[in-house]
Nanobody, 125 residues
């Protein structure tokens, strides 16, 4: 298990940007694939982005491609989600999660064994 703590959420106008961070502690961070998920009001949880252990491979949901970028710094035990050109429909609680291995075609929440508490992102129109 790895402990995860997200930060960086907040209120932003449509078209603005936010950078989420997820700090990990516990077992070796570089052993884990990392992902970001979100759950908006009245919506099901959805996978947003994922990144491989080395950072070589990434996944993005179609709804965020070209706007969001996932990255990681294994030396600092941190994964990031840079969110640009935010839209009201991006409003959600964003969670980071860690997995031993994932399918980069379509990461499943069930594959992630450790989760952070989440950070709220609100995009106003």
């Amino acid at each position: 298990q790895v402990q995860l703590v997200e930060s960086g959420g907040g209120l932003v106008q449509a078209g603005g940007s936010l950078r989420l961070s997820c700090a990990a502690s516990g077992r070796t961070f570089s052993r884990y694939c990392m992902g970001w998920f979100r759950q908006g009001p009245g919506k099901e949880r959805e996978s947003v982005a994922a990144i491989s252990r080395s950072g070589l491979y990434t996944y993005y949901a179609d709804s965020v491609k070209g706007r969001f970028t996932i990255s990681r710094d294994n030396a600092k035990n941190t994964v990031f989600l840079q969110m640009n050109n935010l839209k009201p429909e991006d409003t959600a609680v964003y969670h980071c999660a860690a997995a031993d291995s994932i399918n980069f075609v379509g990461p499943r929440a069930a594959d992630f064994g450790s989760w952070g508490q989440g950070t709220q992102v609100t995009v106003s129109s």
